[in-house]
C-alpha cells in the first residue's frame, strides 16, 4: 500500500482508503490535495431530502472537521462528502447547523466512518459520475433530475484521482414513500443503539452507531479465540467516538481496527487479503490490547552476525521507537523491538533488515497486527500471513 499526504492539511492516508489511482506522471507525493481541502472555496449544489429537486446553493468556507456520521468534530482527518444518491443527478447532503439557525451545512463523513458503515451495508461508495461497482441499468428508482455539475470528470480530476471514488450515498428517509430495506436497517439501528461513548440520540441526526464486533460471526477469527465461548457484545458505538473519543478524550486503548486489504493491479482485492475491520467496546477492546502486548513480549529477539545487533531493526529505524519510551521504562529490548516495530507500520519509509524472519513469527506478527496500517516495503511480505482465517 503507497501512502498519500495531502500537500494542504498534511493528512496522510492509505491510497487504498480514500480510493484513488493518479496518473503515473502526476507527482502525488507532493501535489495531492485531499478532498477536503479541495472543496474549500467551492460552491456545491445540496438537498435535505431524499431525491429533492430543492437544491441549497452552498459554500464550504473552510476545511470540514465535523462528521456526520459520529459526533467526533475535532481533529483533521480524511473526510468524504456523502450524497444522497447514486448517479449523475445525486447532490451531497446538507442540514441545519446544531444550534438551531436557518445556516445549512453540507455532510461530510470521516474516511473511517465511511469505510466501516459501508463494510456493514449502510453506505456504498460512488464514482464521481454517480456509478458504482455492481450498477444495474434497471434501477428501482429512477433519478430524473439534472445532472449534478460536480459529476463532471474532468482532466485535472482524473490526473489527480484517476478513477477514483469521491463521495458516499447514504440512506435518506425519502419523503414520499415508503423506504426501502437498507434504509429500513438504517432508521431501525439508529432507533435501537446507542453510542455507550457519547450516548447520543441518533434519529434525528446522520449519525450510525454500530455493535461491539465481539463474538459477532463478522469478527477476525484470530480476536474470536480471544474473547472465549462468549456471546455477542450488544455495546454500540460510533466509529469515531470509539476511535478519537467524545468531546476530544482521546482513548487509552486501540477500539477500531482496520486493515483495507491489498488490491491488484487492476484494482481487485487480491485472494485472501480482503477487508478486516472491527470495532469493540471498551471492555472488549482491553482484552485484545492485553493479548497484543502479551505477544509482543513472546517475540524472540534474533541475533544479527554481521552488526552483533540483537535485533531485526536497522540503525536508521531508531526514529520509530515510541516517543513513551523513557529511562525509567521497565522494559527489555524485546519490548522496545515490538514498539519500534508498531511505529513502523505508519511509515512509508520503513526497512527491516535481510535477516530471515521465522514462518512462526510472520504468524504472530500477522496476528499482532491485523486489522492495523502495513507498510509493503518491509522485507517481510505478507504473501503467506493468516488473512484467510477471516470469515
Not at 145 to 156: D, G, K
Amino acid at each position: 500500500m503507497n501512502f498519500v499526504k495531502c500537500s494542504i492539511c498534511k493528512v496522510c492516508t492509505h491510497r487504498e482508503c480514500v480510493m484513488i489511482n493518479p496518473s503515473p506522471d502526476f507527482n502525488y507525493k507532493q501535489d495531492f490535495v485531499c478532498y477536503a481541502c479541495a472543496a474549500v472555496g467551492k460552491t456545491f449544489q445540496a438537498v435535505d431530502k431524499h431525491l429533492s429537486n430543492n437544491f441549497y446553493e452552498i459554500k464550504q468556507e473552510k476545511r470540514p472537521t465535523e462528521c456526520s456520521l459520529c459526533n467526533v468534530s475535532h481533529g483533521l482527518h480524511a473526510m468524504f462528502p456523502l450524497f444522497d444518491y447514486h448517479g449523475k443527478g445525486a447532490r451531497q447532503i446538507c442540514y441545519p447547523v446544531q444550534d438551531g439557525g436557518t445556516k445549512m451545512v453540507l455532510a461530510w463523513g470521516h474516511a473511517l466512518c465511511a469505510l466501516t458503515l459501508a463494510n456493514a451495508g449502510h453506505l456504498y461508495a460512488c464514482y464521481k459520475d454517480g456509478d458504482y461497482l455492481g450498477m444495474e441499468d434497471d434501477d428501482n428508482e429512477v433519478d430524473v433530475r439534472p445532472p449534478n455539475p460536480e459529476s463532471v470528470i474532468t482532466e485535472a480530476f482524473q490526473i489527480m484521482y484517476g478513477d477514483a471514488m469521491p463521495h458516499y450515498r447514504y440512506y435518506l428517509t425519502p419523503i414520499d414513500r415508503p423506504p426501502c430495506d437498507w434504509t429500513k436497517a438504517v432508521i431501525d439501528r439508529k432507533r435501537s443503539l446507542e453510542c455507550v461513548e457519547c450516548k447520543s440520540d441518533d434519529r434525528k441526526s446522520m449519525r450510525i452507531p454500530v455493535q461491539c464486533v465481539a463474538n459477532h460471526p463478522s469478527e477476525y477469527i484470530g480476536h474470536k479465540k480471544i474473547h472465549g465461548e462468549e456471546d455477542p457484545c450488544k455495546a454500540a458505538l460510533h466509529v469515531g467516538c470509539a476511535r478519537w473519543g467524545f468531546r476530544g478524550k482521546q482513548p487509552t486503548i486501540e477500539q477500531v481496527y482496520y486493515f483495507p486489504g491489498i488490491v491488484n493491479d487492476d484494482g481487485s482485492i487480491k485472494s485472501n487479503y480482503d477487508t478486516v475491520m472491527g470495532v469493540y467496546c471498551k471492555s472488549h477492546a482491553l482484552k485484545l490490547d492485553k493479548e497484543r502486548k502479551f505477544k509482543a513480549k513472546q517475540i524472540p529477539v534474533v541475533e544479527d552476525k554481521n552488526t552483533n545487533r540483537r535485533n531485526t531493526i536497522n540503525k536508521s529505524d531508531d526514529m520509530y521507537a515510541s516517543d513513551s519510551l523513557s529511562d525509567s521504562d521497565d522494559m527489555s529490548k524485546t519490548d522496545v523491538i515490538g514498539r519500534k516495530r508498531k511505529k513502523n507500520i505508519n511509515c512509508t519509509d520503513a526497512v527491516v533488515s535481510d535477516t530471515k524472519i521465522e514462518e512462526n513469527r510472520r504468524y504472530k506478527w500477522s496476528e499482532l497486527f491485523i486489522g492495523q496500517q502495513f507498510c509493503l516495503r518491509s522485507k517481510f511480505t505478507l504473501d503467506k500471513w493468516e488473512f484467510d482465517e477471516k470469515l
